[in-house]
């Protein structure tokens, strides 16, 4: 099965700029420099991950700081906050279980916090004033009881 990749806006933008970029005679887009030959496939991505934060100033890794699939998580609350409908979510993030895209969709507290105020929002819509309706006419329950022995005596 292939996979479809749809670009828009920044990505796009870097996406172009390295095809402009790349070698002609390597197929790869992002490749690194060994031992004065560029254009090698990268071998190990955590330690190019670890080089490309640094480079940017953030701390990689898991004791505190980002993962690749950190910036996949953030992809996938993004998309699902978007409102994109989850199918779409979990073609684009690859995802092809519920389950496995869950794990991705963390509720944070935020969303707890905005799922309150809708409610509260909610709330403050309801009527404030009750509205209570007889049910089976007037008196209730104790006064059908009594229209039915009424009825019942003066048929006999």
Known sequence: EHSVLVLTGPLRTIIERRLKARRLDMPL?????AKGRPGQPVKDFRKAWAQACKAVGLVPGRQGGLTFHDTRR?????????????????????HRTDSTFSRYNITSED?????????AAYVETLPTERRIAAIGGEGGPKADQRR?????????
């Open 29 to 33: 887009l992002f490749h690194r420099t």
């Open 74 to 94: 953030t992809a996938v609350r993004n998309l699902i906050r978007a409102g994109v409908d989850q199918t779409v979510a979990m073609k684009i993030s690859g």
């Open 111 to 119: 969303d707890l916090r905005d799922a309150v105020e809708k409610v």
């Open 148 to 156: 039915r022995k009424t009825k019942g005596r003066m048929r006999s």
